[in-house]
Protein backbone atom coordinates (compact mmCIF):
# COMPACT_ATOMS: atom_id res chain seq x y z
CA UNK A 1 0.00 0.00 0.00
CA UNK A 2 1.23 3.48 -0.91
CA UNK A 3 0.82 6.39 0.93
CA UNK A 4 -0.58 10.01 -0.49
CA UNK A 5 0.42 13.56 1.24
CA UNK A 6 -0.86 16.44 0.61
CA UNK A 7 -0.11 20.21 2.19
CA UNK A 8 -3.77 22.19 2.01
CA UNK A 9 -4.57 24.91 4.09
CA UNK A 10 -5.84 24.82 7.42
CA UNK A 11 -9.17 26.39 6.50
CA UNK A 12 -9.61 23.99 3.40
CA UNK A 13 -9.21 20.92 5.52
CA UNK A 14 -11.40 21.98 8.03
CA UNK A 15 -13.69 22.77 5.23
CA UNK A 16 -13.90 19.72 3.82
CA UNK A 17 -13.77 17.71 7.14
CA UNK A 18 -17.05 18.96 7.60
CA UNK A 19 -18.58 18.16 4.05
CA UNK A 20 -17.27 15.09 4.12
CA UNK A 21 -18.03 14.04 7.51
CA UNK A 22 -21.84 15.42 6.99
CA UNK A 23 -22.30 12.41 3.74
CA UNK A 24 -21.00 10.17 6.32
CA UNK A 25 -17.61 9.41 5.22
CA UNK A 26 -13.88 10.93 5.85
CA UNK A 27 -11.33 13.39 3.57
CA UNK A 28 -9.49 10.33 3.06
CA UNK A 29 -11.79 8.08 2.18
CA UNK A 30 -12.71 10.97 -0.25
CA UNK A 31 -9.31 11.14 -1.74
CA UNK A 32 -9.65 7.38 -2.48
CA UNK A 33 -12.91 7.47 -3.99
CA UNK A 34 -11.82 11.08 -6.32
CA UNK A 35 -8.98 8.97 -7.46
CA UNK A 36 -10.65 5.90 -8.37
CA UNK A 37 -13.24 7.73 -10.42
CA UNK A 38 -9.99 9.49 -12.28
CA UNK A 39 -8.69 6.05 -13.27
CA UNK A 40 -12.03 4.93 -14.55
CA UNK A 41 -12.24 8.51 -16.38
CA UNK A 42 -9.07 8.22 -17.41
CA UNK A 43 -8.55 11.97 -16.08
CA UNK A 44 -10.91 14.44 -14.01
CA UNK A 45 -14.26 13.09 -13.20
CA UNK A 46 -15.22 16.30 -13.75
CA UNK A 47 -15.26 19.26 -16.07
CA UNK A 48 -12.28 21.09 -14.91
CA UNK A 49 -10.85 24.23 -17.09
CA UNK A 50 -9.80 28.43 -16.69
CA UNK A 51 -12.58 30.05 -16.51
CA UNK A 52 -13.33 32.13 -19.98
CA UNK A 53 -12.90 35.32 -19.28
CA UNK A 54 -13.70 36.35 -23.10
CA UNK A 55 -17.40 37.20 -21.79
CA UNK A 56 -15.73 40.67 -21.24
CA UNK A 57 -16.48 41.27 -25.05
CA UNK A 58 -19.77 40.47 -25.49
CA UNK A 59 -20.91 41.99 -22.66
CA UNK A 60 -22.19 45.41 -22.67
CA UNK A 61 -21.93 48.03 -19.33
CA UNK A 62 -24.29 50.60 -18.48
CA UNK A 63 -24.24 52.80 -15.81
CA UNK A 64 -27.80 53.32 -15.55
CA UNK A 65 -31.09 52.18 -17.35
CA UNK A 66 -31.31 55.62 -19.27
CA UNK A 67 -28.01 54.92 -21.13
CA UNK A 68 -28.42 50.79 -21.52
CA UNK A 69 -26.47 49.72 -24.72
CA UNK A 70 -28.15 47.13 -27.13
CA UNK A 71 -25.07 46.40 -28.51
CA UNK A 72 -24.41 43.12 -26.70
CA UNK A 73 -25.91 39.85 -26.46
CA UNK A 74 -26.58 40.25 -22.50
CA UNK A 75 -26.57 44.02 -20.77
CA UNK A 76 -25.45 44.89 -17.10
CA UNK A 77 -27.15 47.41 -15.44
CA UNK A 78 -25.47 48.75 -12.29
CA UNK A 79 -28.03 51.08 -10.04
CA UNK A 80 -26.09 52.72 -6.95
CA UNK A 81 -27.59 54.14 -4.18
CA UNK A 82 -26.39 55.67 -0.46
CA UNK A 83 -26.29 53.50 2.28
CA UNK A 84 -28.06 55.76 5.21
CA UNK A 85 -26.16 55.51 8.34
CA UNK A 86 -23.02 54.11 6.65
CA UNK A 87 -19.74 56.17 6.31
CA UNK A 88 -19.48 57.96 2.98
CA UNK A 89 -16.68 55.58 1.51
CA UNK A 90 -20.30 52.51 1.20
CA UNK A 91 -21.95 52.59 -1.34
CA UNK A 92 -24.96 49.52 -1.98
CA UNK A 93 -25.17 48.48 -5.53
CA UNK A 94 -27.18 46.62 -7.65
CA UNK A 95 -26.12 44.77 -10.90
CA UNK A 96 -29.03 43.39 -12.98
CA UNK A 97 -27.88 41.01 -16.08
CA UNK A 98 -30.38 41.49 -18.86
CA UNK A 99 -30.94 39.36 -22.40
CA UNK A 100 -31.10 41.60 -25.18
CA UNK A 101 -32.44 39.14 -27.14
CA UNK A 102 -36.64 38.52 -27.01
CA UNK A 103 -38.53 40.26 -24.23
CA UNK A 104 -35.15 41.27 -22.67
CA UNK A 105 -35.60 39.31 -19.63
CA UNK A 106 -33.78 39.17 -16.72
CA UNK A 107 -31.10 36.45 -16.17
CA UNK A 108 -29.67 37.36 -13.09
CA UNK A 109 -28.67 40.14 -10.60
CA UNK A 110 -26.65 40.71 -7.21
CA UNK A 111 -26.41 43.18 -4.85
CA UNK A 112 -23.51 44.45 -2.79
CA UNK A 113 -22.15 46.99 -0.19
CA UNK A 114 -19.47 47.99 -1.86
CA UNK A 115 -16.05 49.79 0.53
CA UNK A 116 -13.97 52.74 -1.07
CA UNK A 117 -10.81 53.34 0.52
CA UNK A 118 -8.11 55.83 0.03
CA UNK A 119 -5.68 53.79 -2.53
CA UNK A 120 -2.20 52.80 -0.74
CA UNK A 121 -4.62 52.12 2.52
CA UNK A 122 -5.21 48.34 2.99
CA UNK A 123 -8.43 47.18 5.24
CA UNK A 124 -5.37 46.29 7.54
CA UNK A 125 -4.24 49.37 8.36
CA UNK A 126 -8.10 50.27 9.40
CA UNK A 127 -10.18 49.39 13.02
CA UNK A 128 -13.63 48.45 14.24
CA UNK A 129 -12.94 50.59 16.88
CA UNK A 130 -12.31 53.72 14.95
CA UNK A 131 -12.82 53.46 11.00
CA UNK A 132 -15.61 50.76 11.05
CA UNK A 133 -16.86 51.77 14.57
CA UNK A 134 -20.13 53.83 12.67
CA UNK A 135 -21.11 50.41 10.13
CA UNK A 136 -24.48 49.86 11.51
CA UNK A 137 -24.91 46.52 10.07
CA UNK A 138 -24.22 43.64 12.34
CA UNK A 139 -24.04 41.21 9.34
CA UNK A 140 -22.08 43.64 7.09
CA UNK A 141 -19.46 44.31 9.49
CA UNK A 142 -19.12 40.93 11.02
CA UNK A 143 -18.18 39.56 7.38
CA UNK A 144 -15.71 42.58 6.89
CA UNK A 145 -13.91 42.20 9.91
CA UNK A 146 -13.77 38.38 9.27
CA UNK A 147 -12.58 38.98 6.03
CA UNK A 148 -9.73 41.79 7.56
CA UNK A 149 -8.39 39.11 10.21
CA UNK A 150 -8.89 35.71 8.98
CA UNK A 151 -7.38 36.30 5.79
CA UNK A 152 -5.07 38.32 3.68
CA UNK A 153 -7.67 40.59 2.08
CA UNK A 154 -6.84 42.78 4.95
CA UNK A 155 -3.12 43.17 4.37
CA UNK A 156 -3.28 43.59 -0.08
CA UNK A 157 -6.83 45.10 -0.84
CA UNK A 158 -8.43 48.48 -0.28
CA UNK A 159 -11.50 48.70 -2.62
CA UNK A 160 -13.68 45.42 -1.80
CA UNK A 161 -17.12 44.41 -1.66
CA UNK A 162 -19.68 42.41 0.64
CA UNK A 163 -22.00 40.20 -1.36
CA UNK A 164 -25.77 40.92 0.06
CA UNK A 165 -27.37 38.58 -2.63
CA UNK A 166 -27.38 36.79 -5.78
CA UNK A 167 -30.13 35.57 -7.86
CA UNK A 168 -30.74 33.56 -11.18
CA UNK A 169 -34.15 33.82 -12.08
CA UNK A 170 -34.19 30.44 -13.84
CA UNK A 171 -34.65 27.16 -11.64
CA UNK A 172 -32.88 23.89 -10.48
CA UNK A 173 -29.03 26.10 -11.42
CA UNK A 174 -26.37 23.80 -9.94
CA UNK A 175 -23.87 25.21 -7.97
CA UNK A 176 -21.15 24.85 -10.74
CA UNK A 177 -23.16 26.48 -12.97
CA UNK A 178 -24.37 29.43 -10.87
CA UNK A 179 -20.47 29.81 -9.90
CA UNK A 180 -19.14 29.85 -13.38
CA UNK A 181 -22.47 32.67 -14.11
CA UNK A 182 -20.85 34.61 -11.52
CA UNK A 183 -17.71 34.36 -12.55
CA UNK A 184 -17.62 34.42 -15.91
CA UNK A 185 -19.97 37.52 -16.25
CA UNK A 186 -20.38 39.46 -13.09
CA UNK A 187 -16.68 39.46 -11.89
CA UNK A 188 -15.41 40.99 -15.09
CA UNK A 189 -17.61 43.88 -14.38
CA UNK A 190 -16.21 44.52 -10.96
CA UNK A 191 -12.92 43.80 -11.83
CA UNK A 192 -13.12 46.65 -14.99
CA UNK A 193 -15.01 48.90 -12.11
CA UNK A 194 -12.27 49.33 -9.46
CA UNK A 195 -13.18 46.37 -7.36
CA UNK A 196 -10.60 44.18 -6.14
CA UNK A 197 -12.21 41.37 -4.24
CA UNK A 198 -15.33 39.97 -2.80
CA UNK A 199 -16.29 38.70 0.84
CA UNK A 200 -20.00 36.85 1.77
CA UNK A 201 -21.75 34.52 3.72
CA UNK A 202 -22.44 31.58 1.47
CA UNK A 203 -25.96 31.04 2.18
CA UNK A 204 -26.65 34.49 0.37
CA UNK A 205 -24.48 33.35 -2.66
CA UNK A 206 -26.42 29.53 -3.04
CA UNK A 207 -29.30 28.50 -0.51
CA UNK A 208 -27.88 24.97 -0.02
CA UNK A 209 -30.65 22.84 0.86
CA UNK A 210 -28.91 19.67 1.72
CA UNK A 211 -25.69 18.41 2.26
CA UNK A 212 -25.12 17.32 -1.17
CA UNK A 213 -25.13 20.54 -2.66
CA UNK A 214 -22.83 22.14 -0.01
CA UNK A 215 -20.13 19.63 -1.16
CA UNK A 216 -21.37 20.15 -4.94
CA UNK A 217 -20.75 24.21 -3.84
CA UNK A 218 -17.56 23.24 -2.20
CA UNK A 219 -16.37 21.56 -5.63
CA UNK A 220 -17.91 24.37 -7.47
CA UNK A 221 -15.60 27.25 -5.11
CA UNK A 222 -12.46 25.17 -5.50
CA UNK A 223 -12.54 25.30 -9.11
CA UNK A 224 -13.04 29.16 -9.53
CA UNK A 225 -10.41 29.83 -6.92
CA UNK A 226 -13.02 30.77 -3.66
CA UNK A 227 -11.56 30.27 -0.23
CA UNK A 228 -13.36 29.40 3.02
CA UNK A 229 -12.81 32.16 5.59
CA UNK A 230 -13.64 30.61 8.77
CA UNK A 231 -14.90 27.04 9.91
CA UNK A 232 -17.93 26.60 10.76
CA UNK A 233 -20.29 23.01 10.77
CA UNK A 234 -23.33 25.50 10.96
CA UNK A 235 -23.82 26.87 6.61
CA UNK A 236 -25.45 30.12 7.64
CA UNK A 237 -22.03 31.02 8.86
CA UNK A 238 -19.86 30.12 6.85
CA UNK A 239 -18.14 32.66 4.82
CA UNK A 240 -16.01 32.64 1.67
CA UNK A 241 -14.05 35.14 -0.34
CA UNK A 242 -12.40 35.53 -4.10
CA UNK A 243 -9.24 37.21 -4.66
CA UNK A 244 -10.34 38.83 -8.30
CA UNK A 245 -6.53 38.72 -9.07
CA UNK A 246 -4.97 35.99 -7.76
CA UNK A 247 -7.90 33.40 -8.37
CA UNK A 248 -9.35 34.45 -11.75
CA UNK A 249 -6.41 36.67 -13.97
CA UNK A 250 -3.31 34.90 -12.83
Known sequence: MKNVQVRISDELKMAADSIFDGLGTSTNEAIKIFLQMSVYAKGFPFEIKLPDTSTLNRISYSPNISKQKENGTTTIIEKTDKLGGFPKNWTAKTLTLKDNSGDGKVIADISYKRLDLTEGRSYSKYTFDGDFADVPDGDTKEVLETAIYRTDLGKKFYNGA?????????????????????????????????????AFRENHFYDAKTTHDRASLVIAFTNYGFLPMNSTDDYADAMSHLDFFDSIFN
Open 162 to 198: ILERFNIYQDDVSAMDRTKLFVETFVPYLVEHGLQSI
